[in-house]
Protein backbone atom coordinates (compact mmCIF):
# COMPACT_ATOMS: atom_id res chain seq x y z
CA UNK A 1 0.00 0.00 0.00
CA UNK A 2 0.92 3.37 -0.81
CA UNK A 3 2.41 5.58 2.20
CA UNK A 4 -0.44 8.07 3.00
CA UNK A 5 0.34 11.82 2.47
CA UNK A 6 0.86 13.19 5.87
CA UNK A 7 0.07 17.11 6.71
CA UNK A 8 1.13 18.77 9.55
CA UNK A 9 -1.17 19.95 12.22
CA UNK A 10 -0.10 21.30 15.28
CA UNK A 11 -3.19 21.17 18.66
CA UNK A 12 -3.26 21.85 22.20
CA UNK A 13 -4.84 18.99 24.71
CA UNK A 14 -5.71 19.63 28.22
CA UNK A 15 -4.78 16.57 30.03
CA UNK A 16 -3.69 15.02 33.48
CA UNK A 17 -0.30 13.75 34.18
CA UNK A 18 1.72 11.23 36.85
CA UNK A 19 5.08 12.15 38.46
CA UNK A 20 7.41 10.34 36.10
CA UNK A 21 7.92 6.69 35.87
CA UNK A 22 9.46 3.53 34.62
CA UNK A 23 7.42 2.13 31.67
CA UNK A 24 8.02 -0.70 33.80
CA UNK A 25 5.79 0.52 36.69
CA UNK A 26 3.22 1.81 33.88
CA UNK A 27 3.12 -1.37 32.56
CA UNK A 28 2.21 -2.87 36.17
CA UNK A 29 -0.18 -0.01 37.26
CA UNK A 30 -2.37 -1.29 33.71
CA UNK A 31 -1.81 -5.12 34.50
CA UNK A 32 -0.08 -5.58 31.68
CA UNK A 33 3.01 -7.58 30.60
CA UNK A 34 6.41 -5.52 29.50
CA UNK A 35 6.56 -6.77 26.27
CA UNK A 36 9.75 -7.74 25.04
CA UNK A 37 12.06 -6.17 23.93
CA UNK A 38 11.20 -2.89 26.10
CA UNK A 39 13.76 -1.18 28.31
CA UNK A 40 11.94 -1.68 32.01
CA UNK A 41 13.80 1.93 33.11
CA UNK A 42 12.71 4.47 30.67
CA UNK A 43 10.59 7.02 32.05
CA UNK A 44 7.36 7.56 30.64
CA UNK A 45 3.76 9.72 32.39
CA UNK A 46 1.12 7.87 32.82
CA UNK A 47 -1.71 10.20 31.08
CA UNK A 48 -5.46 10.97 31.40
CA UNK A 49 -7.53 12.94 29.24
CA UNK A 50 -10.27 14.87 29.84
CA UNK A 51 -13.69 12.96 29.89
CA UNK A 52 -15.14 12.59 26.14
CA UNK A 53 -18.82 11.68 25.61
CA UNK A 54 -17.48 9.55 22.96
CA UNK A 55 -14.98 7.80 24.46
CA UNK A 56 -14.82 4.72 27.05
CA UNK A 57 -12.80 4.92 30.11
CA UNK A 58 -10.15 2.16 29.93
CA UNK A 59 -9.07 2.04 33.25
CA UNK A 60 -11.24 1.96 36.62
CA UNK A 61 -9.39 4.51 38.44
CA UNK A 62 -9.76 6.91 35.59
CA UNK A 63 -12.63 8.62 34.43
CA UNK A 64 -10.94 9.75 31.24
CA UNK A 65 -8.69 7.39 28.51
CA UNK A 66 -5.65 6.82 29.61
CA UNK A 67 -2.23 6.12 27.67
CA UNK A 68 1.37 6.05 28.14
CA UNK A 69 3.76 9.25 26.75
CA UNK A 70 7.84 8.74 26.82
CA UNK A 71 9.08 11.46 29.17
CA UNK A 72 10.79 13.29 26.45
CA UNK A 73 7.89 13.59 24.42
CA UNK A 74 5.88 14.45 27.18
CA UNK A 75 8.22 17.34 28.21
CA UNK A 76 8.39 18.88 24.97
CA UNK A 77 4.62 18.80 24.06
CA UNK A 78 3.08 20.31 27.40
CA UNK A 79 3.55 22.73 30.25
CA UNK A 80 1.90 22.27 33.83
CA UNK A 81 -1.00 24.50 34.33
CA UNK A 82 -0.38 24.76 38.12
CA UNK A 83 -0.12 29.35 37.30
CA UNK A 84 -2.80 29.74 35.15
CA UNK A 85 -3.87 27.94 31.67
CA UNK A 86 -3.00 30.94 30.01
CA UNK A 87 0.66 31.07 31.41
CA UNK A 88 1.06 27.79 30.55
CA UNK A 89 -0.11 28.38 26.74
CA UNK A 90 2.08 31.45 26.49
CA UNK A 91 5.34 29.45 27.95
CA UNK A 92 4.60 26.79 25.28
CA UNK A 93 4.26 28.44 22.53
CA UNK A 94 7.51 30.88 23.73
CA UNK A 95 9.23 27.28 23.73
CA UNK A 96 7.95 26.17 20.03
CA UNK A 97 8.30 29.84 18.22
CA UNK A 98 9.65 33.04 17.86
CA UNK A 99 6.86 34.57 20.35
CA UNK A 100 7.99 37.81 19.31
CA UNK A 101 6.25 36.84 15.65
CA UNK A 102 2.90 35.59 16.35
CA UNK A 103 0.38 38.01 14.64
CA UNK A 104 -3.05 38.49 15.52
CA UNK A 105 -3.64 39.28 11.77
CA UNK A 106 -2.16 42.84 11.79
CA UNK A 107 1.13 43.45 14.24
CA UNK A 108 3.12 40.43 15.74
CA UNK A 109 3.34 40.54 19.29
CA UNK A 110 7.07 41.98 18.77
CA UNK A 111 5.53 44.93 17.41
CA UNK A 112 2.99 45.44 19.68
CA UNK A 113 5.88 45.48 22.68
CA UNK A 114 7.71 48.05 20.62
CA UNK A 115 4.65 50.01 19.83
CA UNK A 116 3.91 50.34 23.93
CA UNK A 117 7.94 50.78 24.45
CA UNK A 118 7.30 53.67 22.50
CA UNK A 119 3.92 55.07 23.51
CA UNK A 120 5.05 54.79 27.16
CA UNK A 121 8.67 57.00 26.03
CA UNK A 122 6.89 59.71 23.98
CA UNK A 123 4.73 60.35 27.00
CA UNK A 124 6.79 59.99 30.11
CA UNK A 125 8.94 62.19 28.31
CA UNK A 126 6.03 64.51 27.74
CA UNK A 127 5.70 64.74 31.50
CA UNK A 128 9.21 65.10 32.28
CA UNK A 129 9.28 68.04 29.56
CA UNK A 130 6.75 69.78 30.71
CA UNK A 131 7.37 69.10 34.42
CA UNK A 132 3.49 67.97 34.84
CA UNK A 133 3.71 64.92 36.53
CA UNK A 134 6.84 63.43 39.02
CA UNK A 135 8.36 60.75 36.56
CA UNK A 136 11.86 59.08 36.54
CA UNK A 137 14.04 56.09 35.75
CA UNK A 138 16.34 54.14 37.62
CA UNK A 139 17.93 50.75 37.74
CA UNK A 140 16.88 49.64 41.25
CA UNK A 141 14.00 49.10 42.93
CA UNK A 142 12.78 51.07 45.88
CA UNK A 143 14.79 48.71 48.06
CA UNK A 144 17.98 49.14 46.26
CA UNK A 145 18.12 45.72 44.33
CA UNK A 146 18.60 46.02 40.81
CA UNK A 147 15.61 45.37 38.23
CA UNK A 148 15.20 41.63 38.03
CA UNK A 149 19.01 41.24 39.24
CA UNK A 150 20.46 43.68 36.82
CA UNK A 151 20.23 44.38 32.97
CA UNK A 152 16.97 46.31 33.40
CA UNK A 153 15.86 49.66 34.38
CA UNK A 154 12.36 50.63 35.43
CA UNK A 155 10.56 53.99 34.56
CA UNK A 156 7.81 55.52 37.30
CA UNK A 157 5.19 58.21 36.87
CA UNK A 158 3.22 59.34 39.59
CA UNK A 159 0.04 60.24 38.36
CA UNK A 160 -3.11 61.88 39.80
CA UNK A 161 -4.99 58.59 39.26
CA UNK A 162 -2.27 56.65 40.88
CA UNK A 163 1.33 55.43 40.24
CA UNK A 164 2.35 53.73 37.06
CA UNK A 165 5.36 51.74 36.24
CA UNK A 166 7.17 49.56 33.57
CA UNK A 167 10.68 47.49 32.93
CA UNK A 168 12.87 47.41 29.88
CA UNK A 169 16.08 46.26 29.20
CA UNK A 170 19.49 48.68 29.34
CA UNK A 171 19.22 48.81 25.24
CA UNK A 172 16.35 51.11 25.23
CA UNK A 173 17.28 53.33 28.48
CA UNK A 174 18.55 56.08 25.82
CA UNK A 175 14.25 56.25 24.88
CA UNK A 176 13.57 57.74 27.89
CA UNK A 177 14.65 61.43 28.61
CA UNK A 178 14.00 61.29 32.27
CA UNK A 179 15.38 62.48 35.44
CA UNK A 180 17.99 59.56 36.82
CA UNK A 181 17.65 58.52 40.59
CA UNK A 182 19.55 55.79 41.73
CA UNK A 183 16.72 53.91 43.37
CA UNK A 184 12.84 53.96 42.37
CA UNK A 185 11.79 56.99 44.60
CA UNK A 186 8.62 55.27 45.31
CA UNK A 187 7.80 51.78 46.89
CA UNK A 188 6.03 49.39 44.41
CA UNK A 189 1.83 49.92 45.25
CA UNK A 190 0.88 46.80 43.83
CA UNK A 191 -0.92 47.89 40.77
CA UNK A 192 -1.61 45.25 37.90
CA UNK A 193 -1.95 45.25 34.09
CA UNK A 194 -6.04 45.98 34.79
CA UNK A 195 -4.40 48.99 37.35
CA UNK A 196 -2.59 50.80 34.97
CA UNK A 197 -4.82 50.54 32.21
CA UNK A 198 -7.38 52.08 34.59
CA UNK A 199 -5.29 54.92 35.97
CA UNK A 200 -4.54 56.07 32.05
CA UNK A 201 -7.80 55.74 30.82
CA UNK A 202 -9.00 57.64 33.75
CA UNK A 203 -6.45 60.32 33.25
CA UNK A 204 -7.12 60.39 29.38
CA UNK A 205 -10.52 61.11 29.79
CA UNK A 206 -10.39 63.01 32.90
CA UNK A 207 -8.46 66.64 32.28
CA UNK A 208 -5.81 67.34 35.05
CA UNK A 209 -4.54 71.01 35.21
CA UNK A 210 -2.28 70.85 38.06
CA UNK A 211 0.80 69.17 39.09
CA UNK A 212 -0.42 66.95 41.70
CA UNK A 213 -4.10 66.17 41.08
CA UNK A 214 -7.47 67.42 40.13
CA UNK A 215 -9.17 70.83 40.88
CA UNK A 216 -12.28 70.84 42.60
CA UNK A 217 -14.20 71.67 39.17
CA UNK A 218 -12.43 68.69 37.67
CA UNK A 219 -13.01 66.04 40.88
CA UNK A 220 -16.99 67.19 40.66
CA UNK A 221 -16.46 66.59 37.04
CA UNK A 222 -15.09 62.77 37.75
CA UNK A 223 -17.95 62.33 40.15
CA UNK A 224 -20.42 63.23 37.69
CA UNK A 225 -19.56 60.68 35.20
CA UNK A 226 -19.57 58.10 38.14
CA UNK A 227 -15.80 58.18 39.68
CA UNK A 228 -15.04 58.46 43.25
CA UNK A 229 -12.64 61.33 44.32
CA UNK A 230 -11.04 62.28 47.42
CA UNK A 231 -8.39 64.17 48.80
CA UNK A 232 -4.48 62.67 49.66
CA UNK A 233 -5.22 62.94 53.84
CA UNK A 234 -8.87 60.66 53.29
CA UNK A 235 -9.16 57.41 53.87
CA UNK A 236 -12.67 57.97 52.33
CA UNK A 237 -13.82 59.27 49.00
CA UNK A 238 -16.98 61.22 48.10
CA UNK A 239 -19.53 60.21 45.08
CA UNK A 240 -22.27 61.08 43.37
CA UNK A 241 -25.44 59.49 44.36
CA UNK A 242 -29.00 60.39 42.38
CA UNK A 243 -27.54 63.75 41.79
CA UNK A 244 -26.00 64.59 45.17
CA UNK A 245 -22.93 64.45 46.30
CA UNK A 246 -21.98 62.06 49.11
CA UNK A 247 -19.24 60.63 50.96
CA UNK A 248 -18.20 57.43 52.17
CA UNK A 249 -15.62 57.75 55.44
CA UNK A 250 -12.87 55.50 56.29
CA UNK A 251 -14.88 54.07 58.69
CA UNK A 252 -17.53 52.97 56.70
CA UNK A 253 -19.93 55.75 57.51
CA UNK A 254 -22.12 57.00 54.62
CA UNK A 255 -22.80 60.89 55.45
CA UNK A 256 -25.41 63.16 53.12
CA UNK A 257 -24.07 66.31 53.27
CA UNK A 258 -20.51 67.15 53.04
CA UNK A 259 -18.34 70.08 53.93
CA UNK A 260 -17.22 71.94 50.53
CA UNK A 261 -15.89 75.03 51.40
CA UNK A 262 -12.67 74.37 53.04
CA UNK A 263 -11.86 72.17 50.01
CA UNK A 264 -13.12 74.06 47.30
CA UNK A 265 -10.17 75.22 46.34
CA UNK A 266 -7.57 72.01 46.95
CA UNK A 267 -6.04 71.05 43.55
CA UNK A 268 -4.86 67.72 44.85
CA UNK A 269 -8.18 66.11 44.43
CA UNK A 270 -7.65 61.55 42.89
CA UNK A 271 -10.01 59.93 41.49
CA UNK A 272 -9.76 56.76 43.36
CA UNK A 273 -11.60 52.89 43.16
Known sequence: MKKPEMTPYIGVKLLRASEPMTKSDYCKYRGWELPKGEDPNEMVRLVEYAPDPSSTPNHENHKGYVSMSPQHVFDDSYVNT???KEAALSELIERKFDGKEISDGYHTRGELYDFRKMYNAALFNEFADKGIYDVHKSVRHEDGEPCFGGGWFIVVAILPTGQISNHYKMEDWGLFNL???DKAKYEFDGHTPEDVLDRLEHLATHAVSKVGGLTFGEATEAMNKGLKV????????WFKEAGMVKVMTAEGELLETPHFQQYIFRNDWKIVK
Open 82 to 84: ASS
Open 179 to 181: PVV
Open 230 to 237: AVPEWGGY
